[in-house]
């Protein structure tokens, strides 16, 4: 059984930083790109930050230079730091794990609010 368990999510004011992770289990984490999303209120799902499995990482423009992705093959995790974070950082953040031969795996989410 696939399970993708995120972590780290709370209230921050505008600033501030946060640190989540994705721990998952019952997948080859390694051989999985990762990816961070969130969903705003009212608003659909965006991919926020991902990481390949060599490692290379891209973002999305709205979050370049304030957020950072990495891994960690041996504790099967991903963390996706924070820092800047701004009222429009607000949303579920979403972990996926994409495994080029199974398909695609989403966390439960975990809440991230900023406030001014």
């Known amino acids: 059984q696939v399970q993708l368990v995120e972590s780290g999510g709370g209230l921050v004011q505008a600033g501030g930083s946060l640190r989540l992770s994705c721990t998952a289990s019952?997948?080859?984490?390694?051989?999985?790109?990762m990816g961070w999303h969130r969903q705003a209120p009212g608003k659909q799902r965006e991919l926020v930050a991902r990481?390949?499995?060599?490692?290379?990482?891209n973002y999305a423009d709205s979050v370049k230079g304030r957020f950072t992705i990495s891994r960690d093959n041996a504790k099967n995790t991903v963390y996706l730091q924070m820092n800047s974070l701004e009222p429009d950082d607000t949303g579920v953040y979403y972990c996926?794990?994409?495994?080029?031969?199974?398909?695609?795996?989403w966390g439960q989410g975990t809440q991230v609010t900023v406030t001014s």
């Open positions: 996926r794990a994409i495994d080029p031969i199974r398909g695609s795996y």
């Open positions: 019952g997948i080859r984490f390694s051989r999985n790109s």
């Open positions: 990481i390949f499995s060599d490692g290379t990482t």
